[in-house]
């Protein structure tokens, strides 16, 4: 209620003016310099509940607020930019919350750290000459998406769009533009093409709500976080991330979306791309999603080498998990970890594994660089595992470990989970 109440005091003060009304009050007749000082001497509180003296005193408080509220409020394009400077001009944190009337919002403010806009449904053009700028985080309208140009942000650290019209080389050059830039989100923006990103800065980047299979292409050294959602499986054309630790790979495909073998190739293309990962996490609504095909899988090549876990959470209450085993042990040969759960049903696999020669006589060994799984296992332990056919994964991994002469394993040195 106190917040409510304030944000309602500071929408009154800039619909206001701001002369004196009463002639008997001598004291908001005193230089403001001298205000100034009167009110540094008085607690957060009290500094507060002095803006209810005058308006005299509303617009010294305002000076002195590091932090500006507004909720459903009508701006006006012209002049709220001007009260922002002159009126609240100590704000670093801004936050604009369904406020309409505004088409084209241009700030140049050298306080303002973070800024928050969401929802003001009218706003069409964005213009960010903030030099102090930290973080912003915008959320637009779907139907009508709003461009922004930054025209001198570089202390910019945290950048999260959501709707808004993509200009695909915005970030091409971010070492210059964005030089501190380390977490980027791009959520359900209107893009077409490919997107070029390129940052030495940048540590987390995420593409969610993709539902056209536009271009990736992104130089990022020292990213170590990775995530992309959508309906449909982006091209990945030219992605470099060396010191990539985790990625998230979230497909939730419609009805109409089929998944052939352009699927499962840009599929694979993606997860080539993070290969230097240490762990991968598939979230779906389906295992067939994530499931490459046995026919493609004697053309294709492995896309992952030495990832160490690989965790498959779906909403499929029925899934066919020996076959979503397999291939996930192809997709990564060399894997330790495969976890594997939904909401009826949960299964862990651990392997530990020992260096060895390939196999002449194994068409996998023979025809690809990596070494088949099946020749590298020495133990494997099939545990915490419920609603999932337990017995069944054991004789799926005899079977393929006797197939090359590895049957009968000793179990007793693989720590259990």
């Known amino acids: 209620m106190r917040r409510n109440a304030r944000n309602a005091s500071w929408e009154r003060f800039l619909e206001s003016e701001h002369e004196i009304l009463d002639p008997q009050d001598t004291l908001s007749r005193l230089p403001e310099n001298v205000l100034q000082h009167m009110m540094s001497f008085l607690p957060p509180l009290d500094k507060d509940n002095v803006c209810l003296l005058s308006r005299k005193w509303r ?3 305002a000076q002195n607020q590091t932090v500006l509220w507004l909720t ?16 609240f001009h100590s704000v670093e944190f801004l936050s604009l919350t369904k406020c309409p009337g505004m088409r084209n919002l241009k700030l140049v403010n050298y306080k303002l750290v973070i800024i ?11 213009y960010l000459n903030t030099p102090n700028l930290k973080t912003l985080y915008f959320r637009g309208p779907r139907v009508r998406p709003c461009t922004i140009e930054f025209i001198n942000c570089k202390k910019l650290t945290i950048l999260c769009l959501l709707g808004v019209a993509m200009n695909t080389m915005m970030f091409i050059n971010c070492n210059e533009s964005f030089p501190l830039l380390q977490t980027l989100t791009l959520t359900r923006c209107d893009m077409s093409g490919c997107i070029n990103i390129s940052s030495k800065s940048l540590h987390d980047l995420s593409f969610v709500g993709f539902s056209k299979p536009v271009g990736l292409t992104v130089d990022a050294p020292n990213l170590s976080s990775f995530m992309y959602n959508g309906t449909t499986i982006a091209p990945c054309q030219n992605v470099n991330l060396p010191r990539l630790t985790i990625a998230y790979v979230e497909l939730y495909p419609n009805l109409n979306q089929k998944r052939d073998q352009i699927w499962f190739t840009r599929l694979t293309e993606m997860l080539h791309c993070l290969k230097h990962a240490k762990r991968l996490e598939f979230y779906t609504n389906s295992d067939e999603n994530v499931i490459i095909p046995k026919y493609l899988r004697e053309t294709l090549v492995p896309p992952l080498d030495e990832i160490s876990w690989i965790v498959v959470r779906t909403t499929s209450r029925f899934t066919d998990i020996v076959n979503l085993a397999d291939s996930m042990l192809w997709v990564s040969p060399r894997v330790n970890n495969l976890f594997c759960s939904s909401n009826f049903w949960q ?4 392997l ?3 260096e060895s020669t390939s196999d002449s006589s194994c068409r996998f060994c023979v025809s690809h660089s990596s070494r088949c799984w099946r020749h590298t296992v020495t133990g494997y332990v099939v545990d915490q595992t419920y609603g999932a056919p337990k017995e069944e994964m054991k004789l799926y991994l005899e079977a393929n470990l006797k197939s090359v002469g590895r049957s009968g394993i000793d179990l007793s040195k693989v720590e259990m989970i």
């Open 347 to 350: 299964l862990i696999l651990k």
């Open 352 to 354: 530990t594994r020992e």
């Open 72 to 87: 459903q409020h009508k701006l006006n394009e012209l002049e709220f930019p001007k009260i922002l400077n002159d009126e």
């Open 116 to 126: 928050h806009l969401k929802y003001c449904g009218s706003l069409k053009n964005l």
């Open 59 to 61: 617009r010294l408080t």
